[in-house]
């Protein structure tokens, strides 16, 4: 306990630390409490900050901030245009034709394949594995009389249960010709695949239909849809247009020395800005180098799938891993075990390889470099606490975490030099 009080002590003794663990805890209990209320308030900051880096470089131009904002606003608007007439119904129009004609498909695929696998088992079982050990019960010349004896016991014991297993079958089906089961020999009845089968079609395509109507079913959820499409773009222009000046209201609440924690938020802010650019360019050029290559393939859904693809950069490692799933089953379900299947998982793992090796360490070279187990705990932490937020903005807290853990020391052994 000593220990801890004397701990306390030295840290609370520094107002530096006092200031920047009160920042941050402020903010923290503000997105976490808050965070649905200001859930406009929140994007349009995130909005506005993935904006102000382009903004900032018409001003290095000698472009005055006003146009700049308003040059970069009337994109955004274009941007907004686009997804929401443009690339949105397509995605709606493509995943109604997916569920509609192509799940059931690939249910049915699965179904007949796993139908086929548990016939080969029951044949092996029930055919080969005796004739395998019938074999090797089999006298060899070598053999003596008493085991000569004690073979033909089991053969002929095995034969006569044979023959008393066959008057007291109570069906007259042909016997096990190794291509098809009969349901005794299965152990299981046939038409239950048919019905997981149909259960499992009829539950995705429930989903499918759900996912289509929800927008529509639920005024409310238009409502707020709505508004939120009113107030996030009119909230973005105000926060860039003003951006000094809201700093400088913030600001006021601060003590003028703070030190540590500008130290922290410039080191965060460079790291975070080149994150969250980097990250959209990369999603962005992953998505449209998956989708032509998909279209090359001829493959359904190509839209909806690269997009996932796309969005898959966000999670580093897991990501790009879970997204085979989808490849693979698509592919199977449209090639079978085909060159073609091969050639479109070859070229999935072309795009994943030249992504991680090439245009990541591109466009993310200025980030800070984390090792996987940090990336892939901040990931789990913060996307458990604020859900596809936390996700996006885990490397970047992380890193925020990180910068924290290398100035709180040196604030310390500063204080205690003094």
């Not at 020395?257 to 802010?269: D, F, G, H, K, M």
């Amino acid at each position: 306990m000593d220990l801890i009080k004397d701990w306390l002590k030295r840290q609370l003794s520094n107002p530096q630390i006092v200031l920047l663990a009160s920042v941050l805890l402020v903010v923290f209990l503000t997105i976490f409490f808050l965070g649905g209320f200001l859930a406009p308030v929140l994007a349009s900051a995130v909005i506005a900050y993935l904006l102000d880096g382009i903004i900032m470089r018409f001003q290095k131009h000698g472009v005055p901030r006003l146009v700049a904002v308003c040059g970069v606003f009337v994109l955004f608007l274009l941007s907004i245009f686009l997804l929401f007439f443009v690339v949105f119904p397509s995605l709606v129009t493509e995943l109604d034709k997916f569920v509609r004609n192509d799940v059931p498909g690939i249910v049915t695929n699965v179904s007949n394949n796993m139908k086929g696998a548990y016939q080969k088992y029951e044949y092996f079982r029930n055919k080969r594995l005796p004739d395998f050990f019938t074999k090797q019960l089999q006298p060899s010349k070598l053999a003596t009389p008493s085991l000569t004896n004690s073979v033909t016991s089991i053969d002929q014991r095995s034969l006569d249960a044979n023959e008393i297993e066959g008057p007291l079958s109570l069906t007259d089906e042909a016997p096990f010709d190794g291509v098809s089961l009969s349901s005794g020999e299965q152990g299981a009845d046939p038409s239950s695949y048919e019905r997981i089968t149909s259960a499992v079609e009829t539950e995705l395509t429930e989903i499918g239909r759900r996912a289509l109507t929800f927008s529509i079913s639920s005024l409310k959820n238009i409502v707020v849809y709505m508004l939120y499409l009113v107030l996030v773009p009119v909230l973005v222009f105000f926060i860039l247009k003003d951006k000094q000046a809201i700093l400088n209201w913030f600001a006021k609440f601060l003590p003028s020395e703070r030190s540590l924690t500008r130290q922290v938020w410039e080191e965060v802010n460079i790291q975070t800005s080149n994150y969250v650019r980097g990250k959209f360019w990369e999603v962005i050029i992953v998505w449209g180098v998956t989708y032509v290559t998909l279209k090359v393939f001829e493959i359904k859904a190509a839209l909806l799938v690269s997009l996932f693809v796309g969005l898959s950069v966000l999670v580093p490692y897991v990501g790009a891993t879970l997204m085979y799933i989808p490849i693979v089953i698509l592919g199977y379900y449209q090639f079978g075990m085909s060159s073609t299947f091969v050639y479109l998982f070859i070229a999935y793992s072309i795009i994943q390889v030249l992504d991680g090796n090439v245009l990541a360490p591109v466009l993310l070279s200025e980030a800070t470099s984390l090792h996987p187990i940090a990336i892939i705990a901040a990931i789990l932490l913060f996307g458990g606490l604020w859900g596809f937020w936390g996700v996006f903005f885990a490397i970047p807290l992380a890193t925020l975490v990180n910068s924290i853990i290398k100035a709180w020391p040196m604030e310390i052994n500063k204080t205690l030099q003094r």
